[in-house]
C-alpha cells in the first residue's frame, strides 16, 4: 500500500498530521519551573505578575552594563493575535563581564519593576551567531549534494532509490584536472 | 547543538564507523545517516515562520520545537521512511533514527543557564533533564573537533 504515489502521499499526510499534534501539544502548557520548565521573555511578555518572585529563565541582547540591561525579543498569540516586541529587563548579580550587542542568557527570580536577580547567567558573543549560519548552510549543501549523488527519485513510484552508479562530482572533476595537468 | 555542520559531521562519523562492521553500509546509506541529523532542526522553521504566527494563524497553540523532541523527530523519521523504496525501508529508518537521535542528544548537553536541558523526550515527559553544559550553541571549535574526528574515521574506514 505505500508503494505508489497515492499510498506514500497519503502515509505521509497521516504522518504530518500526527506530528502537527505534536507540536501543538507542546505549545499548550504553561511554564512549569517543576519539570525545568522556567517562563522565558514570550511567557513574561504575556503575563508578568503572574510569574514575579519566580524563577525564569531568559535570552536577550545586552544593551547597557552598568547596570547590565538586556532586551527580550518576544512573539506570542493571544485571541487568535500575533503580539511582538521588545521587553528590557535590568539584571542584577551578573557575574560574568558583558558588552553591549552580545547576547546574554539569565536564570534567576523575578522581581516587579523588570529586574531578574540572576543566579547563574551565560554570555554568548554576538559575532558567532554569522559563523553558525554559515557553517550550517555548508552542512546543508554538503549533505544535500551527497542525497542527490547517491539517490534518485523513482518517477513511477514517488519513492527514492540509491543509484546503482552513485555520481561521483568529485572524483570526476579530480580526474579531469589531473588529466588536464598532465 | 551548535551549527548543523557539527551535527552532520557526528552522523558522518558514527555512521561511517558503522560501515566497518556492515558491509552494505555504503557511503549512499552514510547519507541518510547524516539526512537523519537534520530532523530537529526542522524547527529551525521557526525562523522564518514564528510559533505565534502559526498560532494566531490557526487559533490553536502551537510550537516548532515538538519536531525537536524525540516523538516528534520519530514522526519525521518515519516520513522518511515512507519516502525511500520498500527494500531500503528498514536500513533507512536505522540510520535516520540513529542521525536524529546523535542530534537530539548533543542538543541535551548544551549549556543553559538554569543547568536544566530542554523536553527532549517529549511527549513521554515535559521534564527539562540537567544538562553537563559542555557547550553554547555557538561554539565554533565544536565544528573543528567533530569535523577532525569525522576526517580521522573517514581515513580509517578508507574512502566507500
Known amino acids: 500500500m505505500?508503494?505508489?504515489?497515492?499510498?506514500?502521499?497519503?502515509?505521509?499526510?497521516?504522518?504530518?498530521a500526527v506530528l502537527f499534534a505534536l507540536m501543538v501539544g507542546l505549545g499548550a502548557p504553561a511554564p512549569d519551573p517543576a519539570v525545568?520548565?522556567?517562563?522565558?521573555?514570550?511567557?513574561?511578555a504575556q503575563d508578568y505578575d503572574r510569574y514575579v518572585g519566580e524563577y525564569v529563565q531568559v535570552t536577550g541582547?545586552?544593551?547597557?552594563?552598568?547596570?547590565?540591561?538586556?532586551?527580550?525579543?518576544?512573539a506570542y498569540a493571544a485571541d487568535g493575535e500575533r503580539h511582538t516586541g521588545t521587553l528590557t529587563v535590568t539584571v542584577r548579580n551578573v557575574d560574568a563581564t558583558v558588552v553591549e550587542g552580545q547576547s546574554l542568557q539569565v536564570y534567576g527570580t523575578l522581581g516587579p519593576d523588570r529586574t531578574i536577580t540572576a543566579e547563574n547567567s551565560v554570555?554568548?558573543?554576538?559575532?558567532?551567531?554569522?559563523?553558525?549560519?554559515?557553517?550550517?548552510?555548508?552542512?546543508?549543501?554538503?549533505?544535500?549534494?551527497?542525497?542527490?549523488?547517491?539517490?534518485?527519485?523513482?518517477?513511477?513510484?514517488?519513492?527514492?532509490?540509491?543509484?546503482e552508479e552513485p555520481l561521483t562530482p568529485a572524483r570526476t572533476l579530480l580526474v579531469r584536472a589531473r588529466e588536464v595537468l598532465a | 547543538m551548535p551549527d548543523l555542520l557539527s551535527h552532520a559531521f557526528i552522523a558522518f562519523t558514527a555512521c561511517t564507523l558503522l560501515s566497518l562492521r556492515y558491509d552494505w553500509l555504503t557511503g549512499e546509506y552514510v547519507t541518510v545517516g547524516m539526512a537523519g541529523a537534520f530532523i530537529p532542526d526542522m524547527a529551525?522553521?521557526?525562523?522564518?515562520?514564528?510559533?505565534?504566527?502559526?498560532?494566531?494563524?490557526?487559533?490553536?497553540?502551537?510550537?516548532?520545537?515538538?519536531?525537536?523532541?524525540?516523538?516528534?523527530?520519530?514522526?519525521?523519521?518515519?516520513?522518511?521512511?515512507?519516502?525511500?523504496?520498500?527494500?531500503?525501508?528498514?536500513?533507512?529508518?536505522?540510520?535516520?533514527?540513529?542521525?536524529?537521535a546523535s542530534h537530539l542528544f548533543a542538543d541535551a548537553l548544551l549549556l543553559k543557564a538554569s543547568g536544566q536541558s530542554y523536553e527532549v523526550l517529549w511527549p513521554l515527559t515535559r521534564y527539562h533533564p540537567p544538562t553537563p553544559g559542555l557547550y553554547l550553541s555557538t561554539d565554533v571549535w565544536l565544528a573543528g573537533v567533530t569535523g577532525a574526528i569525522a576526517v580521522a574515521a573517514w581515513l580509517f574506514a578508507g574512502d566507500r
Do not use: Q
Open chain 1, 2 to 16: 505505500l508503494h505508489s504515489w497515492v499510498g506514500r502521499g497519503a502515509a505521509i499526510c497521516v504522518l504530518l
Open chain 1, 36 to 44: 525545568g520548565d522556567y517562563p522565558n521573555g514570550d511567557a513574561l
Open chain 1, 61 to 74: 541582547t545586552v544593551v547597557g552594563t552598568d547596570p547590565v540591561e538586556t532586551d527580550l525579543g518576544y
Open chain 1, 123 to 163: 554570555g554568548v558573543p554576538a559575532t558567532n551567531y554569522t559563523a553558525m549560519y554559515l557553517v550550517s548552510a555548508l552542512a546543508g549543501l554538503w549533505t544535500l549534494g551527497r542525497v542527490v549523488c547517491g539517490w534518485r527519485l523513482d518517477p513511477r513510484t514517488g519513492a527514492l532509490r540509491r543509484r
Open chain 2, 44 to 100: 529551525k522553521i521557526k525562523l522564518l515562520v514564528d510559533s505565534a504566527t502559526v498560532e494566531a494563524a490557526l487559533g490553536v497553540p502551537f510550537d516548532w520545537l515538538g519536531v525537536h523532541t524525540l516523538g516528534g523527530a520519530f514522526v519525521a523519521v518515519l516520513v522518511g521512511t515512507v519516502v525511500v523504496g520498500r527494500s531500503d525501508r528498514r536500513r533507512a529508518f536505522g540510520l535516520l533514527s540513529l542521525g536524529a
